[in-house]
């Protein structure tokens, strides 16, 4: 394998092009997280690592509490498997709350307020399985704390990372939150540190493999000690290669890449933020064309064995979907054939007819 490989092998790990998962569950737990901004597009995220689930089936994980959303790692939001969001929360949140202290500071939160806002929240949900945010915020005016200029919405954010709330399912367009110990419970201990770095390790590197030191802590927001350190707990669950005078980490048996393949990413999938190095994806100049400005927002990608072709986006009609295609580069007839058969695959995700523009 060489460096230009490596995007492909990539895609293979994640199980993009042999999408052979049968349940949201499965796919989440695997991967160990995959970031979620973008609600819909996460939904694809999960789907298209599946033969044929569509969004409602994605949407009925959530709703049957076998993934959740929440901030678990990054300060962003993933979708996690329920049966590790504790642990993964507990081990990688912390240092994304230090990180914020100064951000408290500009909102006048301290602890006092936060305790205060926590007594405000519990009692909220005391009563009711979920709440949707703008609930949770009025509750929150109502107690005398305001919320505006983000102010709510760091709360509600800060929270979510010290284990107390967590996302609940979707009601109607708005999201919902619930108390993490009624909508997950749990009686399990949590792992210690040495265990939970592990995990953290095999999931990252089976699942995102062929990645590097580097790419593995940018993944978790860790320090690259830590980092190093789940690597050896890893040991031989594991393996490694020198790719082009530089150490990747991997599976023990790294599945073969397709041959061919063009795919419709959505704008987050963890193709592409699962990695700090994206140079085998991408262009020197290609971030800036799918990120535009640098505003942290990712546009759905066009991706044509391995390499980002393009972007695309999709127009909602009355009874279908539009898409429309923007190449980086002309892209050949047989790449247009492949992508009217992957909108179809998406045609089947949205349960409703999906035409190229």
């Known amino acids: 394998m060489n460096h230009s490989e490596i995007a492909r092998y990539s895609l293979a790990a994640q199980h993009i092009t042999q999408p052979d998962f049968t349940s949201a569950e499965e796919v989440v737990r695997y991967m160990g997280a995959?970031?979620?901004?973008?609600?819909?597009?996460?939904?694809w995220s999960v789907a298209l690592r599946t033969p044929t689930?569509?969004?409602?089936?994605?949407?009925?994980?959530?709703?049957?509490?076998s993934i959740v959303r929440s901030w678990p790692m990054r300060g962003t939001l993933h979708f996690v498997a329920a049966a590790d969001i504790r642990w993964?929360?507990?081990?990688l949140a912390p240092r994304v709350l230090q990180s914020a202290a100064g951000r408290e500071r500009q909102l006048d939160l301290n602890e006092e307020a936060f305790k205060k806002a926590r007594d405000v929240i519990v009692k909220a949900l005391a009563d009711v399985p979920q709440l949707e945010r703008s609930e949770l915020l009025l509750?929150?005016?109502?107690?005398?704390i305001a919320t505006e200029n983000q102010r709510g919405y760091h709360i509600l954010w800060r929270f979510a990372q010290e284990g107390l709330i967590c996302f609940g399912s979707h009601v109607g367009k708005q999201p919902s939150f619930a108390l993490l110990d009624t909508w997950i419970p749990s009686h399990d201990p949590l792992p210690d540190r040495a265990t939970a770095l592990r995990e953290l390790a095999i999931r990252y590197f089976v699942s995102h493999g062929p990645a590097t030191l580097k790419d593995f802590a940018g993944w978790g927001s860790m320090t690259l000690t830590n980092a190093k350190q789940a690597i050896e707990y890893a040991g031989t669950e594991i393996a490694q290669s020198l790719i082009d005078g530089e150490l990747y980490w991997h599976a023990p048996s790294l599945r073969e890449p397709a041959?061919?393949?063009?795919?419709?990413?959505?704008?987050?999938?963890?193709?592409?933020?699962?990695?700090?190095?994206?140079?085998?994806?991408?262009?020197?100049?290609?971030?800036?064309?799918?990120?535009?400005?640098?505003?942290?927002?990712?546009?759905?990608?066009?991706?044509?064995?391995?390499?980002?072709?393009?972007?695309w986006k999709k127009?909602?009609?009355?009874?279908?979907?539009?898409?429309?295609?923007e190449p980086f580069v002309l892209l050949p007839a047989h790449v247009i054939k492949d992508i009217e058969q992957v909108a179809r695959r998406y045609s089947i995700f949205l349960e409703i007819p999906v035409k190229l523009k």
């Open 34 to 43: 995959m970031q979620a901004q973008d609600y819909p597009g996460a939904l």
């Open 315 to 325: 127009t909602p009609k009355a009874k279908e979907i539009i898409l429309t295609l």
């Open 139 to 144: 509750a929150l005016e109502h107690a005398g």
């Open 259 to 311: 041959s061919h393949s063009t795919l419709l990413l959505p704008g987050f999938d963890e193709f592409l933020l699962g990695y700090k190095d994206r140079s085998a994806m991408l262009e020197p100049d290609g971030l800036q064309r799918i990120v535009p400005g640098g505003n942290g927002m990712f546009r759905p990608t066009i991706v044509v064995d391995g390499h980002v072709d393009g972007t």
């Open 53 to 65: 689930l569509t969004r409602k089936d994605v949407e009925a994980a959530i709703e049957n509490r």
């Open 88 to 91: 993964i929360t507990q081990l």
